[in-house]
């Protein structure tokens, strides 16, 4: 019980400060976007970021 209380309360904080942006793109779009992000050793997370970075101007 204990963990399941500790779980909720970390997610609950989490939420605060971290969204989620989903969407669907064709799986051949994502293939080839996995493929060239793992040439270049990085994830989908920190290439999104980058890309809101640049789109937002920071």
Same mark, same amino acid.
């Given at each position: 019980?204990? *963990?399941? #209380? @500790? %779980? =909720?309360?970390? +997610? !609950? $904080?989490? #939420? !605060? %400060?971290?969204?989620? +942006? @989903?969407? =669907?793109?064709? #799986?051949?779009?994502? @293939? *080839?976007? $996995?493929?060239?992000? /793992?040439?270049?050793? /990085? %994830?989908?997370?920190?290439?999104? @970021?980058?890309?809101?970075?640049?789109?937002?101007?920071?």
């Amino acid at each position: 019980m204990v *963990a399941k #209380r @500790n %779980t =909720s309360e970390y +997610f !609950k $904080e989490r #939420r !605060k %400060t971290i969204g989620q +942006f @989903n969407i =669907s793109v064709s #799986r051949e779009k994502l @293939n *080839a976007l $996995e493929e060239k992000l /793992k040439e270049k050793g /990085k %994830t989908k997370t920190q290439w999104l @970021n980058e890309k809101i970075d640049e789109e937002i101007g920071k």
